[in-house]
């Protein structure tokens, strides 16, 4: 699809946009890592299953971002907030959710959490936030 700026500031949102996407895809990997090195088996079936459709569901969002969808910012608004709330309810919260807990909160020392774990959680936070805020940003001009 072509790009038709409606206002000035259509093609620095649409450009932020992209490049949000790109650290996106990047923290989306560094987390993923993180992961692979803590051993898949530390996680719950449950955590396993939403990780697995919230990484299906990013891919599909970058994938529209780069092939300029008419529906790219919305992708970006729903995985961005919706994989920040995930994350942090997983991660950052303490041991309260059962089998949707990985919390980084006092972990059992086979979770093998480390400093690189909380960078990797926050990155991802971060960069679901900027995502999120990039493709509001970008919703009205996007065509």
């Not at 569901?57 to 971002?65: D, E, F, N, P, Q």
């Amino acid at each position: 699809m072509t790009h038709s700026p409606t206002h000035p500031n259509s093609t620095s949102a649409n450009a932020v946009l992209r490049w949000t996407t790109i650290v996106f895809a990047i923290a989306l990997a560094v987390h993923g890592a993180d992961h692979f090195r803590r051993g898949m088996d530390t996680i719950s079936m449950l955590v396993m299953t939403l990780g697995t459709i919230q990484t299906v569901l990013a891919l599909a969002t970058i994938a529209l971002v780069f092939t300029h969808h008419r529906w790219a910012p919305l992708a970006a608004i729903g995985i961005g907030f919706a994989s920040a709330i995930g994350f942090t309810v997983v991660h950052l919260l303490p041991d309260w959710f059962g089998p949707l807990s990985d919390s980084f909160f006092n972990p059992p020392a086979s979770a093998r959490v480390t400093g690189f774990s909380w960078f990797a959680a926050l990155f991802e936070i971060a960069a679901d936030l900027a995502i999120g805020i990039a493709g509001l940003r970008a919703r009205t001009s996007w065509r």
